[in-house]
């Protein structure tokens, strides 16, 4: 026998592991298990207005049909050729808005990976160690960091002096929008403020002429 031959047959033999019912299940529940918890990363860290149910339960089937897949590739060479060659024909159009999904979908898929290839105590340790870093980091910027609100104030054109002068002492201001009619000023403006400081916009409903005044916090392009 050849050494060329001997690489092959070493080749095929990596590829040709037998999988009994016990691998398989073992398989998928540590690839449900691990699915659920990055799951409930995503929900307790998930800051739009309502969450998709459908993706929530979309990353648990997302590790464990990776899994699947991968026992499929380690198992079988002739399986793992044809699925790749399936797999390059799909296509995905789904626009995925937020990129914090993506890195959720990404982080199932690659604990689906880990499952399938038999490494369960690394995808276990991996992932929930991730999972408490992830929590970390998302404790600390939320308390560094001022939330951003849109502040909505309609007050007499008449006023327009003093509600500018009242605005000044505001700070991280910037105006989106500026609309007037029938003498009455609509404004529109960003701005951020943490907890204590959002007390300062209840003074601008007390001047005189201000109709009314409005504060809505929201994440990038979601309202919440």
């Given at each position: 026998m050849s050494f060329i031959d001997m690489?092959?047959?070493?080749?095929?033999?990596?590829?040709?592991?037998?999988?009994?019912?016990?691998?398989?299940?073992?398989?998928?529940?540590?690839?449900?298990?691990?699915?659920?918890?990055?799951?409930?990363?995503?929900?307790?860290?998930y800051t739009g207005v309502l969450i998709s149910k459908s993706f929530c339960l979309g990353l648990v089937l997302l590790s464990m049909i990776?899994?699947?897949?991968?026992?499929?590739?380690?198992?079988?060479?002739?399986?793992?050729?044809?699925?790749?060659?399936?797999?390059?024909?799909?296509?995905?159009?789904?626009?995925v808005k937020d990129s914090t999904d993506t890195l959720f979908m990404f982080w199932a898929i690659a604990a689906g990976i880990m499952s399938g290839a038999g490494l369960r105590l690394i995808a276990l340790v991996s992932t929930v160690l991730l999972g408490v870093l992830y929590i970390i980091c998302f404790i600390i910027g939320a308390r560094i960091s001022k939330s951003p609100y849109l502040?909505?104030?309609?007050?007499?054109?008449?006023e327009k002096v003093t509600v500018e002068s009242a605005l000044?002492?505001?700070?991280?201001?910037?105006?989106k929008s500026r609309t007037l009619s029938s003498g009455v000023v609509e404004l529109c403006l960003e701005i951020r403020l943490d907890n204590a400081s959002l007390k300062k916009v209840d003074v601008?409903?007390?001047?005189?002429?201000?109709?009314?005044?409005?504060?809505v916090s929201y994440n990038a392009d979601t309202m919440l």
């Open positions: 690489i092959k047959d070493k080749f095929v033999e990596e590829f040709s592991s037998d999988l009994g019912v016990g691998d398989v299940f073992l398989t998928l529940l540590s690839a449900f298990v691990l699915g659920l918890f990055v799951m409930w990363i995503y929900k307790l860290t990776t899994s699947v897949i991968i026992m499929t590739v380690v198992s079988n060479l002739a399986l793992s050729l044809g699925m790749v060659g399936a797999l390059s024909i799909v296509r995905f159009r789904t626009a502040l909505v104030i309609r007050y007499a054109d008449a000044k002492n505001l700070p991280n201001t910037k105006v601008l409903a007390k001047i005189p002429g201000v109709l009314d005044v409005s504060a």
